[in-house]
C-alpha cells in the first residue's frame, strides 16, 4: 500500500557557493558548480541550498547585502570572461595567483575580481547586456557608481547631502557624471545573471531544485535603504528610529544587535507590500524554492532603540502577520518556501506558519542540548517539515558531538543505537552517518545536510558563529573533497528512503 503524502520525500545538500573549489580564491558559478550539481544527481540527492547570493556587505556577511536584488561580482567565473575573449590568458592566471585553498580572502579577491571585471569591461565592442533590464538595475548601478566616487563608504557618510538625500536633480547629474561607471555595474550583474542562469538550467536538467536564503532584513548600507529610506524609518544621515536584533538567551546574555533598520510595516501595508511582493518575485526567478530567514520577525520581531548599547534594550513588536502572506499569494500564486521557524518560538509564530501552509525547519543538534527540544527529535518529525543535521549558524556534527556534556552525549549516542567510535571523522565518519541516516528514515518531507557533515569534519569548517563579527563564511572545500564522500552509501540511502524523488522537495 502507498502512503499518502502531502509533500514528496526529497534530500538535499547545503553548502554555500563560496565553498566550492576553484582556482579563484572563491566558489564561483562555473565547473566546479555544476560538478557539484553532477555529485547531487548520482547520488539522489535533489535538492542544493545556498546561501545568499547578493553582493556581501559589511564583515562579507551574506546576510548583510548592500542589495536585496542584484547579484554578488566575487561569484562571477572568470573563465566565462576569458572565453568571451574579454581577457587574455595572462589576466587570467593572475587572478589565480597566490590565493589560500583552504579559506576565503574576501579583500584580496574582491581587489582582484574588480580589477579584472573592469579589465573585461574595457574590451567590450558594443553593449551585449542592453536587453538586461531588472527592474532594479538603474537604481543599483548609480548607487554602486556612487559609492565608488566616496570610496565604497556607506550612503550616509557620503559628503555631499544632497545625494545622501536622493534628492532628483543631483542624482540626474551624478548620473550624466558616472554614466561609464553605471554601464560598467550594469555589465557585471548582466554577467552574473548570465551564468546563474546557466548554473540553474544545468540543475534544472539534473533534477536538482535550487534553495536560495532570504534574510529577513536589508543592511543600512543598501541601495534600498538609501532609495526608499521612508520604508525603513531613516533620515537623510542614517539614522534609524530602530534597529534589529535577538533577545537575550543561554548563548548570548546580552542578545543579539544586528544594527540592520527595522521596516516601516505600517507603511508597507498601505502600499500593499508591494515591495515584499517584488522582492519575493524576484527571489523565485533566481531560486526554485526560498528560505525565509528569521520567519519569527514577521510575526514580532525584536526592536531595538537606535544607538542602544545592547539587545538587552529591545522589546517585542509585532510584526505584518497573515496579511503580508496573503497579499503575496494574491499576487503570486502558492509561494515555495521553507520558514526558518527558529529560535524564540511562541504559539502566535506556530499559528502564523500554520495559516501561511509553509514547512517549518527542525535541527538534529537542537534536541539534544541541555533539556533539549522534543520537535527536533527525528521519531517527532513530520511531513510538514524540512529536517537539518544542522544549519550554517550551527557547528558542524562531528564537533558537536564533542561539545555535547558527557551525559547528553550518552544520551544522544544511546538515541541513536551508536556504539562505536562516534570521534573518528572525515568522509566516512560513522558517527556522521548514523545521524544522517536517522534523517533520511524520518517523516520529515525534505532533509538537508551541511556538506561538512557529508564529510566528517570538525569545528574548524564551521561556517558562521552568531554574534561574532569577523572571521565567518570564509571555509573552502578541497578539490578532491566531494569525490572522497561515499556516493554508493548515500545514493542506497535515498533509494532505500524513497527521497530519490525527482520532485526536489517542492510543494
Same mark, same amino acid.
Given at each position: 500500500?502507498?502512503?499518502?503524502?502531502?509533500?514528496?520525500?526529497?534530500? @538535499?545538500?547545503?553548502?554555500?557557493?563560496?565553498?566550492? =573549489?576553484?582556482?579563484?580564491?572563491?566558489?564561483?558559478?562555473?565547473?566546479?558548480?555544476?560538478?557539484? $550539481?553532477?555529485?547531487?544527481?548520482?547520488?539522489?540527492?535533489?535538492?542544493?541550498?545556498?546561501? *545568499? $547570493?547578493? *553582493?556581501?556587505?559589511?564583515?562579507?556577511? *551574506?546576510?548583510?547585502?548592500?542589495?536585496?536584488?542584484?547579484?554578488?561580482?566575487?561569484?562571477?567565473?572568470?573563465?566565462?570572461?576569458?572565453?568571451?575573449?574579454?581577457?587574455?590568458?595572462?589576466?587570467?592566471?593572475?587572478?589565480?595567483?597566490?590565493?589560500?585553498?583552504?579559506?576565503?580572502?574576501?579583500?584580496?579577491?574582491?581587489?582582484?575580481?574588480?580589477?579584472?571585471?573592469?579589465?573585461?569591461?574595457?574590451?567590450?565592442?558594443?553593449?551585449?547586456?542592453?536587453?538586461?533590464?531588472?527592474?532594479?538595475?538603474?537604481?543599483?548601478?548609480?548607487?554602486?557608481?556612487?559609492?565608488?566616487?566616496?570610496?565604497?563608504?556607506?550612503?550616509?557618510?557620503?559628503?555631499?547631502?544632497?545625494?545622501?538625500?536622493?534628492?532628483?536633480?543631483?542624482?540626474?547629474?551624478?548620473?550624466?557624471?558616472? !554614466?561609464?561607471?553605471?554601464?560598467?555595474?550594469?555589465?557585471?550583474?548582466?554577467?552574473?545573471?548570465?551564468?546563474?542562469?546557466?548554473?540553474?538550467?544545468?540543475?534544472?536538467?539534473?533534477?536538482?531544485?535550487?534553495? @536560495?536564503?532570504?534574510?529577513?532584513?536589508?543592511?543600512?548600507?543598501?541601495?534600498?535603504?538609501?532609495?526608499?529610506?521612508?520604508?525603513?524609518?531613516?533620515?537623510?544621515? &542614517?539614522? /534609524?528610529? +530602530?534597529?534589529?536584533?535577538? *533577545?537575550?538567551?543561554?548563548?548570548?546574555?546580552?542578545?543579539?544587535?544586528?544594527?540592520?533598520?527595522?521596516?516601516?510595516?505600517?507603511?508597507?501595508?498601505?502600499?500593499?507590500? $508591494?515591495?515584499?511582493?517584488?522582492?519575493?518575485?524576484?527571489?523565485?526567478?533566481?531560486?526554485?524554492?526560498?528560505? /525565509?530567514?528569521?520567519?519569527?520577525?514577521?510575526?514580532?520581531?525584536?526592536?531595538?532603540?537606535?544607538?542602544?548599547?545592547?539587545?538587552?534594550?529591545?522589546?517585542?513588536?509585532?510584526?505584518?502577520?497573515?496579511?503580508? /502572506?496573503?497579499?503575496?499569494?494574491?499576487?503570486?500564486?502558492?509561494?515555495?518556501?521553507?520558514?526558518?521557524?527558529?529560535?524564540?518560538?511562541?504559539?502566535?509564530?506556530?499559528?502564523?506558519?500554520?495559516?501561511?501552509?509553509?514547512?517549518?525547519?527542525?535541527?538534529?543538534?537542537?534536541?539534544?542540548?541541555?533539556?533539549?527540544?522534543?520537535? =527536533?527529535?527525528?521519531?517527532? /518529525?513530520?511531513?510538514?517539515?524540512?529536517?537539518?543535521?544542522?544549519?550554517?549558524?550551527?557547528?558542524?556534527?562531528?564537533?558537536?558531538?564533542?561539545?555535547?556534556?558527557?551525559?547528553?552525549?550518552?544520551?544522544?549516542?544511546?538515541?541513536? &543505537?551508536?556504539?562505536?567510535?562516534?570521534?573518528?571523522?572525515?568522509?566516512? !565518519?560513522?558517527? !556522521?552517518?548514523?545521524?544522517?541516516?536517522?534523517?533520511?528514515?524520518?517523516? +520529515?518531507?525534505?532533509?538537508?545536510?551541511?556538506?561538512?557533515?557529508?564529510?566528517?569534519?570538525?569545528?574548524?569548517?564551521?561556517?558562521?558563529?552568531? &554574534? $561574532?563579527?569577523?572571521?565567518?563564511?570564509?571555509?573552502?572545500?578541497?578539490?578532491?573533497?566531494?569525490?572522497?564522500?561515499?556516493?554508493?552509501?548515500?545514493?542506497?540511502?535515498?533509494?532505500?528512503? !524513497?527521497?530519490?524523488?525527482?520532485?526536489?522537495?517542492?510543494?
Amino acid at each position: 500500500m502507498k502512503l499518502e503524502q502531502r509533500y514528496p520525500r526529497s534530500s @538535499g545538500v547545503l553548502l554555500s557557493i563560496t565553498m566550492l =573549489h576553484s582556482p579563484f580564491g572563491i566558489g564561483v558559478l562555473g565547473k566546479e558548480a555544476k560538478d557539484f $550539481v553532477d555529485f547531487l544527481s548520482a547520488t539522489g540527492f535533489h535538492a542544493w541550498q545556498v546561501l *545568499p $547570493v547578493e *553582493p556581501a556587505g559589511k564583515g562579507f556577511s *551574506p546576510y548583510s547585502g548592500i542589495s536585496a536584488f542584484a547579484g554578488e561580482p566575487m561569484l562571477i567565473d572568470p573563465r566565462m570572461l576569458y572565453d568571451m575573449d574579454l581577457i587574455d590568458i595572462g589576466e587570467l592566471s593572475e587572478r589565480s595567483m597566490g590565493l589560500d585553498a583552504d579559506s576565503v580572502d574576501y579583500i584580496t579577491v574582491r581587489e582582484r575580481q574588480w580589477k579584472l571585471l573592469k579589465t573585461a569591461y574595457s574590451k567590450l565592442s558594443g553593449r551585449p547586456h542592453s536587453g538586461f533590464d531588472p527592474f532594479w538595475l538603474d537604481e543599483y548601478a548609480l548607487y554602486m557608481a556612487i559609492k565608488h566616487k566616496f570610496g565604497n563608504t556607506p550612503w550616509y557618510e557620503w559628503p555631499d547631502e544632497a545625494l545622501r538625500s536622493h534628492d532628483e536633480q543631483a542624482l540626474k547629474l551624478a548620473g550624466e557624471e558616472l !554614466c561609464d561607471e553605471i554601464d560598467f555595474n550594469k555589465f557585471v550583474q548582466w554577467v552574473f545573471d548570465e551564468q546563474w542562469r546557466e548554473l540553474k538550467a544545468y540543475a534544472a536538467k539534473h533534477s536538482v531544485s535550487i534553495i @536560495g536564503d532570504m534574510p529577513f532584513y536589508v543592511a543600512a548600507d543598501s541601495v534600498e535603504v538609501w532609495s526608499r529610506r521612508e520604508l525603513f524609518d531613516a533620515d537623510p544621515d &542614517g539614522h /534609524f528610529l +530602530a534597529v534589529g536584533g535577538a *533577545p537575550p538567551d543561554a548563548f548570548t546574555p546580552d542578545g543579539q544587535l544586528w544594527g540592520n533598520p527595522v521596516y516601516n510595516w505600517e507603511l508597507m501595508e498601505k502600499s500593499g507590500y $508591494v515591495w515584499w511582493i517584488r522582492r519575493v518575485e524576484e527571489a523565485l526567478s533566481r531560486y526554485d524554492i526560498i528560505r /525565509f530567514d528569521h520567519f519569527r520577525g514577521f510575526e514580532s520581531y525584536w526592536r531595538i532603540p537606535y544607538g542602544a548599547a545592547t539587545a538587552r534594550e529591545g522589546k517585542w513588536v509585532k510584526g505584518p502577520g497573515e496579511p503580508l /502572506f496573503k497579499a503575496m499569494k494574491k499576487a503570486l500564486g502558492e509561494l515555495p518556501v521553507i520558514a526558518e521557524d527558529l529560535g524564540d518560538i511562541d504559539e502566535d509564530v506556530e499559528n502564523l506558519l500554520k495559516a501561511t501552509g509553509f514547512r517549518g525547519m527542525r535541527v538534529l543538534q537542537f534536541g539534544f542540548m541541555g533539556e533539549g527540544d522534543e520537535l =527536533h527529535l527525528p521519531h517527532n /518529525f513530520t511531513d510538514d517539515c524540512v529536517a537539518y543535521t544542522g544549519t550554517h549558524d550551527n557547528t558542524p556534527l562531528l564537533a558537536w558531538m564533542f561539545d555535547l556534556e558527557p551525559e547528553n552525549r550518552e544520551q544522544a549516542l544511546f538515541y541513536i &543505537g551508536f556504539d562505536g567510535d562516534w570521534g573518528r571523522g572525515g568522509p566516512n !565518519c560513522a558517527i !556522521c552517518e548514523a545521524w544522517i541516516r536517522a534523517l533520511f528514515i524520518s517523516a +520529515a518531507s525534505l532533509i538537508m545536510v551541511p556538506v561538512q557533515d557529508l564529510l566528517g569534519y570538525g569545528s574548524d569548517t564551521r561556517t558562521n558563529i552568531p &554574534g $561574532v563579527p569577523e572571521g565567518n563564511w570564509r571555509f573552502r572545500i578541497h578539490p578532491d573533497a566531494i569525490s572522497q564522500i561515499d556516493a554508493g552509501f548515500y545514493a542506497a540511502l535515498n533509494k532505500a528512503s !524513497c527521497r530519490d524523488n525527482k520532485a526536489s522537495g517542492k510543494g
